[in-house]
């Protein structure tokens, strides 16, 4: 079995820069926190587990000690908050989303209607919420969201009507090309000012472009990082839109041999969390195979 692995995969600069800080900023007697997890990596969370480092998701959990903000950042009520709490706090926010969070704040600051290309669920997209004291709209869908859009600007009686769109950092950029088109076609006449902030990522959109060029050369793709990783979950999603034979694992004894029957060549590639030892090993086990 051949194995060709994708030009640009693994760890992101934002995230080799969160695992550092968190390495240098030493032990607390008082104990270590995550806010969320540090990174979306399932082996990267188990070896902080067997450190003896708790994942909370509220800073009530830490009582005293030294809790740090993941690479997907937080609200600024969480920086209030620890101080108030008196706890050491480590920031490790990947400085590409900082500059999404201060984007979205001057936005705010200067009444703008803040929009948020991205999933309202995930860590780092509440977190720009916040920055904006909980005004912005998140949708990943132009029709959903115009509705809602229509209703809060409406309500301001703002002339004229100011939307600022931002992204969250991980999407798939044609798929935030596609929710402004549509956006653009559906505002009414009335919304005299639409502005675009493309926030996604460039470690994000050169392993979407590294992953879509490989796909064009390989029988079965293998996508390798955790299912809760936004940024690994899309490669995934590009691999299947390129019509290629698809499996998302985040760990190498997922592997099966059934799924490289009838296939020449494999292609390898990984969220911007997944360790690099990991995807050596599935490497490894897919030459055995």
């Not at 609200?75 to 706090?89: I, T, V």
């Not at 919420?129 to 809060?152: C, F, M, N, Q, Y």
């Not at 493309?198 to 392993?207: K, Q, W, Y």
């Amino acid at each position: 079995m051949q194995v060709k692995l994708a030009r640009e995969m693994g760890f992101c600069f934002g995230v080799r820069r969160t695992l550092k800080q968190f390495d240098e900023m030493g032990e607390d007697p008082n104990g270590v926190y995550t806010l969320g997890t540090l990174v979306h990596n399932p082996q990267v969370v188990e070896d902080l587990r067997r450190r003896g480092v708790h994942v909370i998701g509220d800073l009530a959990a830490a009582s005293g000690g030294t809790v740090t903000i993941t690479a997907h950042g937080a609200s600024p009520k969480s920086y209030e908050e620890a101080e108030r709490r008196g706890l050491r706090l480590v920031d490790t926010t990947c400085p590409l989303v900082t500059k999404v969070q201060k984007i979205a704040r001057d936005l705010y600051e200067a009444g703008h209607q803040v929009v948020v290309f991205g999933d309202a669920n995930h860590q780092e997209v509440r977190g720009i919420v916040g920055w904006t004291e909980e005004t912005a709209l998140v949708s990943l869908d132009a029709k959903d969201l115009l509705p809602r859009l229509i209703e809060k600007t409406r309500s301001k009686k703002r002339v004229p009507k100011r939307i600022s769109v931002v992204s969250q950092t991980t999407q798939p950029a044609y798929r935030f090309k596609k929710f402004i088109a549509e956006l653009v076609t559906l505002l009414p006449d009335d919304f005299r000012e639409l502005q675009v902030h493309n926030t996604i990522c460039d470690p994000t959109l050169d392993r979407q472009s590294a992953v879509i060029d490989l796909a064009q050369e390989v029988d079965v793709m293998i996508v390798v990082g955790g299912h809760e990783s936004a940024n690994t979950r899309h490669l995934a999603e590009l691999c299947v839109e390129e019509g290629v034979d698809t499996h998302h694992i985040e760990w190498p004894e997922e592997l099966r041999p059934e799924w490289f029957e009838g296939h020449q060549v494999a292609g390898v590639t990984a969220g911007a969390s997944t360790p690099d030892e990991v995807i050596d090993e599935v490497v490894r086990r897919i030459e055995a195979i």
